[in-house]
């Protein structure tokens, strides 16, 4: 076992959300500790070569596990983020003279990667004498312009004053910071074993002084002692953190032989699901419904809050089947089989996605989920990517096939357009299936329920009666639960208004069905409670592949904090 325990020397750790650059990292990205040790190695003017060799055996292990402290509370543990203006770095006098050179370097490094035929090793000679030139003319150029002038005319002053901090263009940067708890954690490779590259690691761990921005101070070093994770690779987790894999190194020399750390640049990584380690789970029930999501993320147009939801699934449907074509339908897209007649088996629910839960939780959607069934055949769900495929090169933009704007006329209220993009790893915590999926034997409705059967009177101003008919309704969604496949709750408790922040009042929803000249269904919102663990999504109810019925699993830890969710 390999465990590398990093401490923030500053209490603090300042680095910038990959995909959100309002916002901090937390959990620490593998990626970005191995990008720290890749720096460390490039420290001196000779690379050693063990210290390389053991970065190379350390990209080819498993993703590693961390222990790392996740209850990072969203107004304590995250620092307020302020724009600043900051002067630009100092270029008024010789610009970017090393452009050039950069750009010369960058093409000897493509050439070096190519086939080495004789044409382009002598293409590599000749750039690399052209490199050489170009570095002594740099330095003749900056050695002249060190010297001032005997005697300064106007414009030398103006260019000279221009130097000052203050004189100097500004331009806007945030410096998101998180202020964990506890000030250390780790990264852990249970399945390493680094005897042979233990040393080397420890002397660049040494040399590793910053993780992120400059201002984020750490101190790294190896550990002998066991350490417990709380967040592992895991299909399906809660948390999408950027990791490595062979040819890490490669990409990140080849990336800075282009960028020079001056350029724009992206780090090199893929995403892996991280969750809290947990008992086998593969007892634990779960509903016909899956945790295997394709999600359509919101990146413009209007904010439609969730009363508006099940008018946008319906479109979203409409949409598809337009694309596909009302022939030969699938029974897993239009929910009826071959003669018409509603399909008995699971099918597609398209789910709008409101942001709910925290204190600030507006309910606006977030974006809409093709949330699949459990048993849906792999054949089924290829066709159902090439159809999405097929309207997102239909509706999209130019240039932009994952744009889509999704404008179909709805029945009631005013239309609303909106703009989505399919995302693998969607940017906000709502739009996370893992974030729905937890397993917890506490729910709780972001959208109400429409119930299955007509309970009664539940406005009743007689007690006996609508004690009567809540009793129904709650029977109902006992019923409800069962009928998706997870065991009927011990306990349920209904309400017309909305029991998590940011959630609506049943009365803003829009009658369910929305078709005219169908029995309207009763809806409420509900807490449900089972008596054992399961796993989500919890949707159930008349509504349920449209986005009614949608509960959040409400944790231990969560609820120990009396915070039900994050933004």
Same mark, same amino acid.
């Given at each position: 076992m390999l465990a590398i325990e990093i401490e923030l020397l500053t209490g603090r750790y300042a680095a910038t959300e990959h995909n959100d650059r309002s916002r901090a990292e937390w959990p620490p990205h593998p990626a970005r500790f191995f990008s720290a040790l890749v720096a460390a190695l490039h420290d001196r003017e000779s690379v050693d070569q063990a210290e390389r060799e053991a970065v190379l055996w350390l990209e080819h292990q498993d993703a590693p596990q961390l222990d790392v402290d996740?209850? !990072?509370?969203?107004?304590?543990?995250?620092?307020?983020?302020?724009?600043?203006?900051?002067?630009?770095?100092?270029?008024?006098?010789?610009?970017?003279?090393?452009?050039?050179?950069?750009?010369? #370097? +960058?093409?000897?490094?493509?050439?070096?990667?190519?086939?080495?035929?004789?044409?382009?090793v002598a293409e590599i000679k000749k750039a690399r004498k052209t490199v050489e030139d170009e570095r002594n003319k740099l330095t003749r150029f900056i050695k002249t312009q060190q010297i001032a002038p005997a005697n300064p005319g106007?414009?030398?002053?103006?260019?000279?004053?221009?130097? *000052?901090?203050?004189?100097?263009?500004?331009?806007?940067?945030?410096?998101?910071? !998180?202020?964990?708890?506890?000030?250390?954690?780790?990264? *852990? $490779?249970?399945n390493a074993e680094p005897s042979k590259h233990r040393e080397a690691l420890q002397r660049l761990c040494e040399r590793v002084t910053r993780l992120g921005h400059s201002s984020s101070l750490v101190s790294c070093t190896i550990v002998e002692r066991h350490i417990e994770p709380t967040l592992v690779p895991r299909d399906g987790g809660?948390?999408?953190?950027?990791?490595?894999?062979?040819?890490?190194?490669?990409?990140?020399?080849?990336?800075? =032989?282009?960028?020079?750390?001056?350029?724009?640049?992206?780090?090199?990584?893929?995403?892996?699901?991280?969750?809290? %380690?947990?008992?086998?789970?593969?007892?634990?029930?779960?509903?016909?419904?899956?945790?295997n999501w394709i999600v359509l993320e919101r990146v413009g147009g209007e904010r439609p809050l969730a009363s508006r939801g099940s008018d946008l699934a319906v479109a979203l449907r409409r949409a598809l089947i337009e694309t596909h074509g009302k022939q030969?339908? %699938?029974?897993?897209?239009?929910?009826?089989?071959?003669?018409?007649?509603?399909?008995?088996?699971?099918? *597609?629910?398209?789910?709008?996605?409101? $942001?709910?839960?925290?204190?600030?939780?507006?309910?606006?959607? #977030?974006?809409?989920?093709?949330?699949?069934?459990? +048993?849906?055949? =792999?054949?089924?769900?290829?066709?159902?990517?090439?159809?999405? =495929?097929?309207?997102?090169?239909?509706?999209?933009?130019?240039?932009?096939?994952?744009?889509?704007?999704?404008?179909?006329?709805?029945?009631?209220?005013? %239309?609303?357009?909106?703009?989505?993009?399919?995302?693998?790893?969607? +940017?906000?915590?709502?739009?996370?299936?893992?974030? $729905?999926?937890?397993?917890?034997?506490?729910?709780?409705?972001?959208?109400?329920i429409a119930l299955d059967r007509h309970p009664g009177n539940l406005r009743s101003n007689v007690a006996r009666t609508a004690t009567k008919a809540a009793a129904e309704a709650e029977a109902s969604i006992m019923d409800a639960c069962q009928r998706v496949g997870l065991p009927r709750p011990s306990s349920v408790s209904i309400s017309f208004a909305p029991l998590l922040p940011g959630a609506q009042h049943i009365r803003q929803f829009s009658p369910w069905p929305l078709r005219s000249g169908r029995t309207r269904r009763a809806r409420v919102h509900a807490e449900i409670i089972f008596p054992e663990t399961v796993r989500g999504p919890v949707l159930i109810g008349a509504g349920r592949h449209f986005g009614l019925g949608l509960c959040l699993p409400i944790s231990e830890r969560r609820r120990e904090r009396t915070e039900w969710g994050s933004a």
């Open positions: 996740l209850d !990072v509370d969203e107004n304590v543990g995250r620092r307020e983020v302020r724009a600043v203006f900051v002067p630009v770095n100092d270029v008024t006098l010789v610009g970017d003279p090393e452009h050039k050179l950069r750009e010369i #370097q +960058s093409k000897v490094a493509e050439l070096e990667g190519q086939e080495q035929t004789r044409e382009i106007k414009e030398d002053l103006k260019r000279a004053a221009g130097l *000052l901090p203050e004189r100097r263009n500004r331009q806007e940067r945030t410096f998101p910071v !998180v202020v964990p708890e506890r000030t250390s954690f780790a990264f *852990l $490779w249970q809660e948390y999408a953190l950027r990791v490595v894999g062979p040819g890490q190194l490669d990409r990140l020399e080849q990336a800075y =032989a282009r960028h020079q750390a001056v350029e724009a640049r992206m780090l090199p990584a893929r995403p892996q699901r991280y969750g809290e %380690p947990a008992e086998d789970d593969s007892q634990v029930p779960c509903s016909v419904f899956s945790d030969d339908l %699938p029974p897993m897209l239009s929910g009826h089989d071959e003669n018409g007649e509603r399909s008995t088996q699971p099918h *597609l629910a398209f789910v709008s996605l409101p $942001w709910v839960g925290h204190e600030q939780a507006d309910g606006s959607v #977030q974006g809409l989920a093709l949330v699949l069934p459990r +048993s849906i055949a =792999a054949a089924d769900r290829e066709r159902l990517l090439r159809l999405l =495929a097929r309207w997102e090169g239909k509706c999209g933009d130019a240039g932009d096939d994952y744009s889509i704007e999704l404008g179909t006329p709805i029945d009631l209220g005013p %239309p609303v357009r909106f703009r989505l993009r399919q995302v693998e790893v969607p +940017s906000k915590a709502t739009l996370n299936a893992a974030r $729905w999926c937890v397993p917890s034997r506490h729910f709780v409705t972001a959208t109400p």
